[in-house]
């Protein structure tokens, strides 16, 4: 999927949004910088050049919650070598050992059921923090289904060469840091969230320590 510049991501957010709700801050509680200073020792093909300053600030529609707070998580590494799969939506974002999960080598997802359909405006993601690192092949997916047959969407992927087989992807590698990984969608209806990795420059682990997905909720099914 090629990145949207600004002008057309707001196109379309605007497209998603009633006019008179506007847009307000995207707020949630960032956990404590662990590292400082520009990492200059990673090397990928395929990583965006870090800038040194903090992201600006998001805006999203009002109404927005994390949708994804304490809600189930499934994965493919069903005995993760460190951590439980709950972790990663248990809300502790932290930089310590005792906040993540970690899953075996290769290929790996973890899938979150967001419970009902809701409009998706924001994806924040922490896979570790500790150290700077660059996870390969981060592809992120919405669908309306848990086995991903249904109106499968991809929102983020930087796997440059088809090496995870989920197609070639236009977004660029990034260096882990305390703010985690923020990505933009306009505004697209899902029910579950599928996050790939494939392994990281430190080994060929897979890990999270938060996954917040910042959207409306869907509205209650009638009996």
Known sequence: MRPLGALAFLALLATAVEPKSGLVPLKTKLPKPVFVGTPRFLV???????SGKLRQAHRIPKGCVNLA???PVTSSDTEPFIGR???VTDGDKEGDGDSFVEFGTGKQWVQIDLGKPGRVFAILVWHYHAEPRVYHDVIIQLADDADFVTNVQTVFNNDHDNSSGLGIGRDKEYIETFEGRLIPIPGKKARYLRLH?????TDDMNDYVEVEVFGQPGKPNRP
């Open 69 to 71: 707070a304490k809600r």
């Open 85 to 87: 799969v709950a972790m």
């Open 197 to 201: 990795t494939n392994g990281n420059t």
């Open 44 to 50: 990928s093909p395929n990583l965006e050049k870090v």
